[in-house]
């Protein structure tokens, strides 16, 4: 890419993000002033609450550390140590216990770890935004899979997990077996949609609003952390319960938390990517959207089969972006079925 076209690209970017941030900023300003006496606009308290329940149940296996490309990451494993590993990547704003459907389902097959990206949750959270550059979590990724002695993975990611996942795919294709990317295209294809089609645009306001410092924590916080109730269509169900509901909470209102977990935006979203250093043709992944996915056009599907020919792709009916707990049964059912029996896959150590 040019010098003049980086340039008209960050003129566009930055447009757009005063713009649609003046949009919510207005909008803010007016529900607090419509429901100032209605809703707790400052989040509720909750540093000296005990932890939440789940997290501590063993049913979800064993909660470990590892310091891996100088972060101290955090992550449960479940599932027998000889077995294939799985590992699970969540996104935004999200931790390992997204996962908790799919590590009870695979532990029977598969060693099982699911981790909280550098920021989240229970892992480091290095100040500054230039350490949520892609590049650094691919690096965790990679450094990771060597710390648990294993050559080789099938990796399973959501969201900003994907975004990671898609390039730690192309770059360090000898180190997955098999991938399941959830939720998002490529960051590739990802810009490209949001840039040239108005469905996607429209869906990425938040893409651009996020950029800002202040706002984009108060957006998040507002009403006691209201949009996670919002991105669950405010309903609960079986799959998410309102105490899940308070887990997150829990997690996001932490010291520096909802700042850590928007660096992985403000980091990354100058809407340039490099391209491809060698093409993933898709032999070895699926790539399963939600029908009901409010972040992601369904011409993401389109755009991946397009890039990667031989990738398997699924649409999940009245699913929505959070698919693997929205629609676990469905989602667990596609990834039994495009893995095979878990014999397929050699255990290979690094010692």
């Not at 809407?271 to 029908?291: H, N, S, T, V, W």
Request: aromatic letters at 16%; proline letters at 4%.
């Amino acid at each position: 890419m040019s010098f003049f076209e980086r340039v008209n690209k960050f003129v566009v970017v930055w447009t757009l993000s005063i713009l649609f941030s003046i949009l919510v900023a207005v909008r803010l300003i007016f529900a607090y002033i419509v429901h100032c006496t209605s809703i707790p606009w400052k989040p509720k308290d909750r540093i000296l609450m005990e932890q939440p329940a789940c997290f501590s149940d063993p049913t979800y296996g064993t909660h470990k550390y590892a310091t891996v490309n100088r972060i101290r990451l955090h992550y449960v494993e479940s599932g027998d140590k000889s077995k294939p590993l799985m590992i699970f990547v969540h996104g935004f704003p999200e931790m390992w216990y997204s996962w908790r459907h799919q590590i009870t389902e695979f532990n029977k097959e598969y060693w099982v770890v699911a981790i909280d990206q550098r920021g989240y949750n229970q892992s480091e959270k290095p100040r500054g935004k230039h350490n949520y550059k892609i590049e650094n979590m691919i690096v965790d990724l990679r450094a990771l899979v060597h710390h648990l002695n294993r050559k080789q993975c099938i990796l399973v990611a959501h969201d900003w997990g994907a975004f990671v996942g898609w390039e730690f795919v192309e770059q360090n294709k000898e180190m997955v077996q098999k991938y399941v990317m959830m939720g998002v295209p490529s960051r590739r294809q990802y810009y490209k949609l949001a840039l040239s089609t108005m469905d996607q645009f429209k869906r990425s306001w938040y893409f651009f609003v996020f950029k800002f410092p202040y706002l984009a924590e108060e957006l998040l916080t507002a009403g006691d952390y209201a949009i996670f109730y919002e991105m669950w269509n405010r309903k609960f169900t079986d799959n998410f319960t309102e105490d899940d509901l308070e887990a997150y909470k829990y997690v996001f209102s932490k010291s520096g938390a909802i700042t850590a977990a928007l660096n992985y935006y403000r980091a990354n979203s100058s809407f340039i990517c490099e391209p491809a250093r060698e093409k993933d043709d898709g032999a070895k992944g699926m790539f399963i959207l939600g029908q009901r996915d409010a972040a992601i056009s369904h011409a993401a599907c389109i755009v991946m089969a397009n890039e990667c020919p031989k990738l398997r792709v699924e649409v999940i009916p009245g699913a929505n972006h959070f698919v693997h707990q929205d629609a676990p049964k469905a989602t667990n059912t596609l990834i039994h079925d495009f893995l095979g029996p878990a014999s397929n896959y050699k255990v290979e150590t690094l010692t």
